[in-house]
């Protein structure tokens, strides 16, 4: 049987694209040693021009942040009529937007935290809500721009004010929750394992703990309470299914255990476009449940189609 070929997705022009091109290489390389013919497409503005020269049987979709994971490129694919992995433009578009994501996430009875969206220069004068709290990009990736602020800090962060910020004027401001983080990844109807993840060096688990080698540790599976470990599994495809995510998808949570077992669990975000990066989690639980980088690269690309 002639096996397919995939046009993997790369690169792009958002803030994420040296992430993108790590993941986009690294699954074209797992890709041919399967026995796909691949070819690498760097995102441009002229990719629909591109993908019709090509004509791919799949589109492999690497890409992160803007553009990539927020239904824009799935729309193109979509009206090119190519099948592609992961997300549509329904879901990609919802859980790209944090604050939407959480609406649709609590309505189901995900526990998440308080937060409001303002516009970044109002926060300059006064505390948005009572510290510590988190003040995060709407629509960005990877942690890009978030800043945590702490309890006794005296004002609010002066960087949002600045001129050269470059995330767009709407940011949402979160209740910062203390604790440990822990992630789930989901692979179609199936809630993989939970690791828990320690940044070295870094406050919390920023762009550089994430993407730069020994930025951080992972600890898979996590130690935990059996009890903590399975509703972590359970809400991670709860807000899969609630967003209509499809493919591969990863939850983020925190839990606060500082005062008893059971603690707080709160669930940040899902991650429609999760990283295939040599220090990425999704690999790393896929192994953990039997599937090498290939046939979990495999699976994701028979699993391809429209209409997601």
Not at 95 to 107: E, G, L, P, Y
Not at 133 to 159: L, M
Not at 256 to 275: A, H, K, M, Y
Request: net charge negative; with cysteine.
């Amino acid at each position: 049987m002639s096996k397919k070929h995939v046009a993997v997705l790369m690169g792009g022009f958002s803030s994420e694209r040296p992430v993108s091109l790590s993941s986009g290489n690294a699954c074209a390389d797992a890709l041919e040693q399967v026995g796909y013919t691949v070819t690498r497409v760097d995102v441009g503005r002229d990719v629909a021009a591109v993908l019709q020269q090509l004509r791919p049987d799949v589109a492999f979709n690497a890409l992160h942040g803007p553009y990539g994971e927020d239904g824009t490129i799935q729309g193109i694919l979509e009206y090119l009529e190519i099948p592609y992995t992961h997300s549509g433009v329904m879901a990609s578009a919802l859980a790209m937007h944090k604050q939407q994501a959480k609406r649709i996430a609590a309505s189901v009875g995900i526990p998440v935290a308080d937060e409001r969206v303002m516009h970044r220069l109002e926060i300059e004068l006064i505390h948005p809500m009572q510290p510590p709290y988190v003040v995060k990009p709407v629509s960005e990736g990877s942690s890009f721009g978030v800043v945590i602020v702490a309890e006794d800090h005296p004002h609010p962060p002066q960087s949002l004010g600045s001129d050269d910020w470059p995330y767009g004027d709407q940011v949402m401001v979160e209740r910062f929750v203390h604790g440990r983080e822990l992630t789930c990844a989901v692979m179609g109807d199936e809630a993989l394992g939970v690791t828990e993840i320690f940044p070295v060096g870094h406050s919390f688990y920023d762009y550089e703990s994430k993407y730069v080698k020994g930025g951080s540790k992972h600890e898979y599976p996590a130690r935990i309470l059996p009890n903590i470990y399975q509703r972590i599994q359970k809400l991670s495809l709860m807000a899969h299914q609630a967003l209509g995510c499809r493919g591969v998808s990863r939850s983020d949570f925190r839990f606060d255990d500082r005062f008893s077992e059971d603690g707080e669990l709160i669930w940040l975000e899902v991650n429609t476009q999760p990283g295939m990066t040599p220090t990425s989690l999704v690999p790393e639980l896929a192994e953990l449940a039997g599937y090498s980088f290939g046939e979990l690269l495999t699976w994701m690309v028979e699993d391809a189609s429209c209409m997601r």
